[in-house]
């Protein structure tokens, strides 16, 4: 063989090795393409043409536009990636969001909220201070307490059960104040109270009113204040019972069932015994029953007996005293 031709064939080898050297040093950099094995009938440029090369921008795309967090396959041998734990959270957090605006298009808006066992209210009224409803000439009191606290409870005269408490009180003790609390007790037959009352009139009067309804006790308070006012602008009063109850009875020390009970108020002891001495030695003897205490004379029998005898005796005592 001629030197020409030696030089041909050892320059063909040379570039064979070559290109076999560059195909393999591809392979190992990049693990996700083909294996290319060499072509020993092709020429080093048919060998480097036949390599395929990844797109990799093209794989950063579809892995942005992946709904899955998978990217799509770009050749036979690409390997699918796998969700990181973020794109898993964010997932989920846009699974939230869309079921929460799916229950606002059904609700209209309107979402309901579980606030516990408790339920907010609408609206909570501030607790009223007590106060003094009013004072009459004769130094009655009306005094009004919406709430009570548990500190001071104890001081009322009976347990208050968280009930709002009217009182009333009075230095002295009157029939008349008795007949107050009957006509109430009367039309509130299941109300609770406490009274404090002598017939002597050692002590003073104490009448305490417990109710949970603070709008009705209040009005009622206000109705007994009128009443006291009217009384207290009389020196000398007259009242007249018909038909009393047991209680009122049983108060004022009436043993025996009458038909009325009449009461004289604002005369002292002996102006009592006067009209009592001028009535009996006038020849009258209509049987009735009488009481004499301090500034006030009690009397009962038939009605139109005692209806009459009081009239008498309020007309002696407004002009004797």
């Known amino acids: 063989m001629s030197e020409f031709m030696k030089s041909i064939v050892q320059e063909v080898l040379n570039n064979q090795g070559k290109s076999t050297t560059s195909i393999q040093t591809q392979t190992v950099s990049s693990p996700s393409v083909s294996k290319v094995q060499p072509n020993t009938q092709s020429n080093g440029k048919d060998s480097l043409t036949s390599l395929n090369r990844p797109n990799y921008q093209r794989m950063k795309k579809e892995q942005r536009l992946s709904v899955s967090g998978q990217t799509t396959p770009s050749g036979p041998n690409q390997h699918a990636v796998k969700p990181t734990q973020h794109e898993n959270s964010s ?80 230095k002295v003790c009157l029939p008349s104040q008795l007949l107050i609390v009957n006509d109430v007790m009367r039309e509130n037959t299941d109300a609770k109270y406490h009274l404090s009352w002598d017939r002597n009139n050692k002590d003073s009067f104490v009448w305490e009113l417990y109710d949970h309804d603070l709008t009705r006790l209040e009005r009622k308070l206000q109705a ?20 009393p109850s047991a209680w009122l009875s049983t108060q004022l ?47 009962s029998g038939p009605h139109q007996v005692i209806s009459k005898v009081i009239q008498d005796f309020r007309k002696k005592a407004e002009s004797l005293l």
């Open 253 to 299: 020390n009436i043993s025996t069932s009458v038909e009325a009970i009449s009461i004289l108020e604002g005369v002292p002891y002996y102006a009592s015994l006067l009209l009592l001495e001028q009535y009996f030695s006038s020849g009258e003897q209509k049987p009735f029953q009488y009481s004499i205490e301090n500034n006030y004379l009690i009397i």
């Open 224 to 243: 007994i204040l009128q009443i006291l006012h009217r009384k207290s602008s009389k020196i000398i009063d007259s009242y007249t019972v018909v038909s």
């Open 91 to 170: 997932n989920k957090l846009n699974k939230d969001l869309f079921s929460q605006l799916s229950t606002v298009a059904l609700g209209q808006g309107k979402v309901e909220r579980n606030y516990g066992s408790h339920p907010i209210p609408k609206s909570i009224k501030p607790k009223q201070p007590p106060k003094l409803l009013g004072k009459t000439k004769d130094e009655s009191y009306v005094w009004y307490f919406p709430t009570v606290t548990d500190q001071l409870a104890p001081k009322f005269k009976r347990t208050t059960n968280g009930a709002a408490v009217g009182v009333i009180t009075s």
